[in-house]
C-alpha cells in the first residue's frame, strides 16, 4: 500500500492550490480517505473525507466553502482543490486511508482518532504567505 501526495507549494493569501494523493497497492474504490494536516506547532486536524464513490463529502468548518475534495477511481487518486488560502491553512498536508474495507467512520470529521487510518502518505507541504 503506497500513498503519494503532491501539488503543494508556496502561495499568497487568496491563491490556489490542488493537491493529489496518488493510491497504489490496494482497491483504492472500495476505501474512504480524508485528507489532514499539521501545522508547525499544532495538533493534526482532518480536513476533509470522502466515501467510497464520491457521493458524500465532509469538511472541517474551518476549510468549508474554500476547500473541495474529489476522488478519481479510475486513476486512484484522491484531489483537494483550496481556495481563497489563508496564512492559517499553512501546513502538511497528507492522505490517510481509513482502515476498514468497505466501510465508513461513524464519528464526526472532528473526532476522528489516528487509529481510524492504517496507511497515511508523506505529506506535501503548503504555505501561504505574502
Known amino acids: 500500500v503506497q500513498l503519494v501526495e503532491s501539488g503543494g507549494g508556496l502561495v499568497q493569501p487568496g491563491g490556489s492550490l490542488r493537491l493529489s494523493c496518488t493510491a497504489s497497492?490496494?482497491?483504492?474504490?472500495?476505501?474512504?480517505m480524508t485528507w489532514g494536516r499539521q501545522g508547525a506547532g499544532k495538533g493534526l486536524e482532518w480536513v476533509s473525507a470522502?466515501?467510497?464513490?464520491?457521493?458524500?463529502?465532509y469538511y472541517a468548518d474551518s476549510v468549508k466553502g474554500r476547500f473541495t475534495i474529489s476522488r478519481d477511481d479510475a486513476k486512484n487518486t484522491l484531489f483537494l482543490q483550496m481556495n481563497n488560502l489563508k496564512p492559517e491553512d499553512t501546513a502538511l498536508y497528507f492522505c490517510?486511508?481509513?482502515?476498514?474495507?468497505?466501510?465508513?467512520?461513524?464519528?464526526?470529521?472532528?473526532?476522528?482518532?489516528?487509529?481510524?487510518?492504517?496507511?497515511w502518505g508523506q505529506g506535501t507541504q503548503v504555505t501561504v504567505s505574502s
Open positions: 497497492g490496494f482497491p483504492f474504490e472500495h476505501y474512504y
Open positions: 470522502i466515501i467510497q464513490g464520491g457521493g458524500t463529502t
Open positions: 490517510a486511508r481509513y482502515a476498514t474495507y468497505g466501510s465508513s467512520p461513524t464519528s464526526p470529521l472532528h473526532r476522528r482518532g489516528r487509529y481510524e487510518y492504517d496507511y
